[in-house]
């Protein structure tokens, strides 16, 4: 029986689909003739990495490393400033998805929480409230997702075992991977139709939108 549930942010209740500008500014600012796409995936490989090796930083002093690098390895010696800001910039403008707040009503009683890797200052950034009852962000815990100590902090709060928590997230790494190390059971929002990651557990349930939770849960 699923007695809560907690929610990823970024990419599952809320749409930001701005990422890409960080990469495409480095890509005309300094004419590379990389893709964009390719600045794209070093920069994510380059963040989940950054994310998993102590001590702990946050996200502008984690992306500013993140970033240098990046920039490093294409070859540009410029201060990677600017993209910080960019990044900041995309990731406190953000929309919740057209199904977020509907699905969120529709579980009623059932508890609901947010596990997020977000800093204090995204969440300050947020000009909507959402009706869950607390939200979990790596800044406060010191640690990011897959880390399951987020998972594990939302389950001390909520007080219900593990099993009986579902997690709905976007990430086959962060989500799935993360919440299933904590004991949880996943539900993996998998809107492009993507294949799970190597190394990555098989959720519980896959759902191609939020709408089709409230089903699962009856």
């Known amino acids: 029986m699923i007695r809560a549930v907690t929610f990823d942010a970024y990419g599952t209740l809320l749409r930001n689909d701005d990422m890409v500008l960080v990469p495409r500014r480095?890509?005309?600012?300094?004419?590379?003739?990389a893709p964009v796409d390719e600045v794209l995936r070093r920069w994510i490989e380059g963040y989940h990495e950054a994310t998993q090796v102590a001590p702990f930083r946050t996200l502008r002093k984690l992306q500013k490393?993140?970033?240098?690098?990046?920039?490093?390895?294409?070859?540009?010696?410029?201060?990677?400033?600017?993209?910080?800001?960019?990044?900041?910039?995309?990731?406190?403008?953000?929309?919740?998805?057209?199904d977020a707040l509907a699905t969120l009503a529709a579980l009623g009683s059932l508890p609901s929480a947010i596990v997020s890797n977000a800093?204090?200052?995204?969440?300050?950034?947020?000009?909507?409230?959402?009706?869950?009852?607390?939200?979990?962000?790596?800044?406060?815990?010191?640690?990011?997702?897959?880390?399951?100590?987020?998972?594990?902090a939302a389950l001390e709060r909520l007080e219900i075992p593990p099993r009986d928590v579902l997690h709905v997230g976007?990430?086959?790494?962060?989500?799935?991977?993360?919440?299933?190390?904590?004991?949880?059971?996943?539900?993996?929002?998998?809107r492009e139709r993507r294949a799970l990651g190597p190394g990555v557990p098989r959720p519980d349930f896959e759902i191609p939108d939020l709408t089709a939770l409230p089903p699962l849960l009856r």
């Open 26 to 33: 480095i890509v005309a600012d300094h004419r590379l003739s």
């Open 65 to 98: 490393e993140v970033l240098s690098g990046v920039l490093q390895r294409f070859g540009v010696d410029a201060d990677p400033a600017p993209y910080v800001e960019l990044f900041f910039e995309v990731t406190t403008r953000v929309e919740l998805y057209p």
């Open 119 to 152: 800093d204090h200052e995204h969440l300050a950034a947020w000009h909507f409230t959402l009706p869950v009852r607390f939200i979990v962000i790596s800044e406060a815990v010191r640690a990011y997702k897959p880390d399951p100590r987020l998972f594990r």
């Open 170 to 190: 976007d990430s086959d790494v962060d989500d799935v991977k993360g919440a299933k190390a904590a004991g949880m059971r996943v539900a993996w929002l998998n």
